[in-house]
């Protein structure tokens, strides 16, 4: 009896394998580039620049992103996904909460979404083409 218990703990256990998602580089490197401009601990948030202009991500897996760095992922919708830290060579989580905002827009919402950044006099990088961002455009769907 023990040693078919046994065996079927054994059989679950080695089955669970964590799932590395999308570690391959050639993935990664084929999605939406963005730098990231603004970063702190204090309330999990950064925020990413891209050629459609800014987006503000809450990190959800405890991986730190620090300005500067290179990111590749999905940054033109909003939810839960992964993105690639090329600088750090690693897949992180995060939330975006808000995408495609101008450089003030993404002020006003680091100051609703982190206010202590705020009291803290926060600068966010800004980069030679941070006023000049393409429009995201959308095809319609024909019912």
């Known amino acids: 009896m023990y040693s078919i218990v046994a065996a079927l703990v054994a059989v679950l256990f080695t089955s669970c394998v964590k799932e590395r998602i999308h570690d391959d580089r050639s993935y990664w490197l084929s999605q939406q580039r963005g730098d990231v401009v603004y ?48 600088t750090a060579d690693v897949v992180t989580r995060g939330n975006v909460m808000e995408y495609d905002l101008t450089y003030n827009e993404a002020l006003d919402a680091l100051d609703y979404y982190c206010p202590v ?12 083409t941070s006023q000049s961002k393409i429009k995201r455009t959308t095809a319609l769907v024909k019912p």
């Open 39 to 86: 970063s702190n601990n204090a309330c999990g948030y950064y925020t990413v620049e891209t050629i459609y202009g800014y987006t503000i991500i809450r990190n959800l897996d405890g991986l730190r992103s620090y300005e500067g760095d290179v990111l590749y992922g999905n940054f033109g919708s909003g939810g839960s996904g992964d993105f690639y830290n090329h």
């Open 117 to 128: 950044s705020r009291a803290n006099g926060f600068r966010m990088m800004q980069s030679p």
